[in-house]
């Protein structure tokens, strides 16, 4: 049984105020035709369609339009889960009926529980196990953390188990020993609760794992497939890819590749000093990223981020390792400068001179102006 492992679309997210519909729509359509092309037997998506649980309707439209063409144009299966970002009730609405086309969305512990046969294999497929909600629904008082809460959902799974059949899990989980590097992340619980122990899944002869952005491998049966697009910075250093899966229904022989997509625009970060970083842009291929600028100038910089974005238009975040390195001693000295020896300062760094008497004397009148329009509260000072 040949299969597609993908995960984490988070359709509708917005990075640094900027919608990634556009984005998304092409990573999408890159994972169908890479599925036409392997000609894959099941399409698995292990969580987080959406970024939240009300996507905006553009995200809704996307996964409709992607859904329609995995069944149109594979025939094969399509089994999907709701993650921690998702509502589990939108994602699984009209689940019965579009199941009977192709397309199982498990959105529910009850459904979870009954495997689904693809190609020999029973696919077990486990949305977002919160364990408020698994108590609630086992019954089981004992349920408090993560990996109790797996523990009674796989108990219950195994009540289906067919010895004669290999089986896969779909589960969107923090599985122990993984590595988390990305901010977009979100944290499934505090001070380690969320955490799942990897021995869980012995029973199962590949686990398709969703939640964590990076492509990693817990072992060579259980795989986190990763996002299809970089969601932070802190993701740059990412190679985004799908799974492609062969499983022997007899002897449960698993062999796994990475196939890798190319987004639209790539998420980078950049470092430099502002004029090089702007005569060396017209030698760049790649201009139109996502980028984080670091600028290593020393001293005051005026319009910073509008003059990289003449030439760098999609510049979303800038930074500065000067202001970073600021130490307790200078921020002192700052607090115990004066208004004037303040404003001084920043003249000198920005503009390379001194103020005028004329300057000084205008900035102490307006200084002088707002003291006596805003009086300033117990306290405070300028």
């Not at 917005?14 to 894959?40: G, M, R, W």
């Amino acid at each position: 049984m040949k299969f597609l492992h993908t995960a984490d679309w988070h359709l509708g997210r917005i990075f640094h105020q900027l919608h990634l519909t556009d984005d998304q729509a092409v990573a999408l359509d890159q994972i169908v035709d890479i599925a036409v092309a392997e000609k894959v037997d099941a399409v698995i998506v292990a969580g987080d369609l959406y970024d939240r649980a009300v996507p905006p309707p553009e995200a809704v439209a996307l996964l409709d339009r992607t859904w329609a063409r995995l069944i149109s144009e594979t025939g094969a299966p399509i089994i999907a889960i709701p993650g921690n970002h998702d509502s589990a009730t939108r994602v699984g609405y009209g689940a019965s009926l579009l199941a009977k086309s192709g397309l199982h969305i498990v959105a529910n512990f009850e459904e979870a529980i009954q495997p689904i046969q693809v190609g020999g294999i029973d696919v077990f497929a486990l949305p977002f196990a919160e364990p408020a909600e698994v108590r609630a629904w086992a019954g089981a008082s004992e349920v408090r953390d993560h990996a109790t809460a797996m523990q009674v959902c796989l108990d219950r799974m195994r009540e289906n188990f067919s010895p004669d059949r290999r089986r896969m899990l779909v589960a969107h989980a923090f599985v122990a020993g993984a590595k988390t590097e990305s901010e977009s992340e979100r944290p499934l619980s505090v001070g380690g609760a969320g955490t799942v122990p990897y021995e869980l899944f012995k029973d199962f002869d590949y686990v398709a794992l969703g939640h964590l952005h990076a492509p990693q491998t817990i072992a060579p049966n259980c795989l986190y497939s990763g996002s299809p697009l970089k969601y932070s910075f802190s993701e740059a250093s990412h190679k985004k890819s799908v799974v492609i899966g062969e499983m022997d229904p007899v002897s449960g022989d698993i062999n796994v590749r990475l196939v890798p997509l190319k987004p639209r625009r790539d998420v980078r970060n950049l470092e430099g000093e502002l004029l090089k970083l702007i005569s060396g842009a017209s030698n760049d291929p790649k201009r139109l990223d996502y980028l984080r600028v670091t600028l290593t100038d020393q001293g005051a910089l005026l319009n910073a981020i509008s003059r990289l974005r003449e030439v760098y238009p999609n510049v979303l975040q800038i930074e500065r390792t000067y202001l970073q390195k600021t130490s307790a001693s200078q921020i002192q000295k700052r607090r115990e400068s004066t208004e004037t020896e303040l404003f001084s300062n920043f003249y000198r760094e920005a503009l390379d001179g001194e103020p005028s008497p004329e300057e000084l004397s205008l900035f102490q009148q307006a200084i002088n102006e707002l003291n006596r329009s805003e009086p300033l509260s117990e306290g405070a000072s300028l």
